[in-house]
């Protein structure tokens, strides 16, 4: 993509920019920090985030409202599936179309802006998925094991709290990651390419903006051929998802699609392929051929990997998976660590006797005092907390805090590159340490691993949304509001809807909801109730070999800076390790067809590549939560209003 090249100075230009009519800067910039935050001030921020509506009050309570609602959907999927999924660009395409309809019926006199919009959804990512996403996992967990639920009053202080961790958490990796390193965050790539299609008045814009919308519209038909045909009995067995399944028992056979080594036809990762591109994806593609292809069938017929289903099978596998992506992510803070550190440059002001006026960036970047506030308040408040539900020792605590840090770091990392947050992967790391630390008790190894997961869950969240944000031209502080004030209302309902749905421990593990993310927590925590020796070597060694793999491919784009495009991705050959070997397929076909028409049309390309991926994931995820609501609908709210 082409940088944008316009300034300040030039008044057409900042009329263009008002009106929906500009480039996203995905290209990036170049230079030094410095200089890479000058030129997005100048070109991006300038003449939008500076003049332009972006944090009112119809913007964060349109926000709220959506999350508050999507958030029911989320819960539900989770219990039954293990699987959050973003509400980011469904939420911008809601309160569009209803905002938009509002105007159009005299309800309201004047339509949001684009940054507005950003806001409201950065509001309803936040209500709708960062605070429910341990609520499936750590809290069904701790059901499992122990046959009751902790008290609402307690579920409400540990969810409100992890989640103030993990967005004051993500203030100074944004400045790292999104303003430095540029990394893709594709959902918020598509997020912002949503926004500006619906906003665009000019013939480029229009021409995207119905790119995407075709898109969109096809999406939604193809998913409703997979899901929606299963609601009608004739159908049903025409569903594209029926047919993939047949296609697999006769290609494959049951050991490979145990194996996940299958096809699935899922075009949202296609199009969140296209827009990750080819050294990630490749790496992806590889680490799970390795994984799946290559490891579990050796161990199996070993006799070591008795299980033949993906659940089973991937508590052998996440160990090495685990550990590289760990590994990686942590000695490349340290390779670059006088980079890294410059994200903490503003902390040393907070104890600087000296009033210095802070610069055009410092004034609109959000303040390491918040940082700093969030993480102590959260850390004296998960102690409490800690200590008061299962007698865990404060220091312990504290480590788990320091822990999440560093975790939800790797956690970030790999969303930015892959757009998919290991929470499991790296809520396992924290168990294995407090495996070690505090053996036998299975409540302190869940709920240590629970911050780390809560953390990650909403720093990644809020770096995907800061991410469309960058590209816009928002200004990161006011957005950063908009998503702390998500969290109120999240955790409300969040909390009383899974207290309502989980109305007794049977629930957890039934037909209606499986809670897979929930059990396998809950075996974690029994294997490691013995400690560290209960560990089987092949773990062991797994964790190891992972590391250093890890640590390689950390180095290797270091020793070898003009080929780094050619060396694998430490992130994603991980990440590979930890879900479905299908999904590294898919990603690849995408990025494959878009670096084919980047070669084949490249102006073309350059237009339509991020709106026609955008939309098809728009269109994926609006008609998948129709398709919730539409079967389950009745149901939750049925539960819901305790009927």
Known sequence: MQRMNLVSTNETGAAEKSTGEFELPLAGFKGTPAEIERQWFEQVYRGRGDSMKQLTWRAVLMGSALGAVLSLTNLYIGLKSGWGIGVAITACILSYAIWTTFVKIGLV???????????????????????????????????????????????????FFLAILGVTMAVPMKKQMINIEQLRFPSGVAAAETLRALHSHGAKGMRAAKALGIAGVLAALDNFWHDGFALFARLAPFSSDALVTKFNAVVFGPAWVGRTVMFSWEPIFIAAGAITGMRVCISMLLGGTLCWAVFVPIMQHAGVITG???????????????????????????????????????????????AKIPTEMEAIETPMSWFAAGQIISLIALALLAHASFGMPYWQSALAVVMSFALALVACRVTGETDTTPIGAMGKVTQLTFGALNPGNMNVNLMSANITAGAATSAADLLTDLKSGYLLGANPRKQFIAQFAGIFIGTVVSVFAFTIIVSSASVIGSDQFPAPAAQTWAAVAKALSKGLDALEPVKVWSIVIGGVVGILFSVLPVMFPKQQKFLPSA???????????????LFFIGAALAHWFQKKSPAKA??????????????????????????????????????
């Not at 950065?122 to 009751?148: K, P, R």
């Not at 992506?325 to 660590?337: C, E, K, N, P």
């Not at 994603?572 to 390790?577: K, S, V, Y």
């Not at 269109?619 to 049925?638: D, K, P, S, Y």
């Open 308 to 354: 033949s289903g993906f659940r089973d099978v991937v508590q052998w596998t996440l160990w090495g998976g685990a550990s590289c992506m760990v590994a990686s992510g942590i000695f490349g803070f340290f390779l670059q660590w006088r980079i890294a550190l410059s994200a903490f440059s503003g902390f040393g002001k907070l104890f600087s006797r000296e």
């Open 606 to 643: 350059e237009e339509f590549t991020y709106p026609v991926a955008s939309g098809i994931m728009a269109g994926g995820a609006l008609m998948g939560v129709a398709l919730i609501f539409w079967q389950n609908g009745g149901e939750i709210l049925r539960k819901f209003l305790g009927h």
């Open 571 to 585: 992130a994603a050959f991980g990440l590979a390790w930890v879900f479905h070997w299908y999904y590294g397929v």
């Open 109 to 159: 006199k004047t339509p949001m802006t684009i940054l507005e919009n950003n806001c409201m959804q950065s509001t309803a990512s936040s209500a709708g998925y960062s605070t429910g996403g341990t609520l499936i996992s750590a809290f069904a967990a701790f059901i499992v094991l122990n046959g009751h639920a902790l008290s609402i009053p307690l579920t409400l202080a540990w969810v």
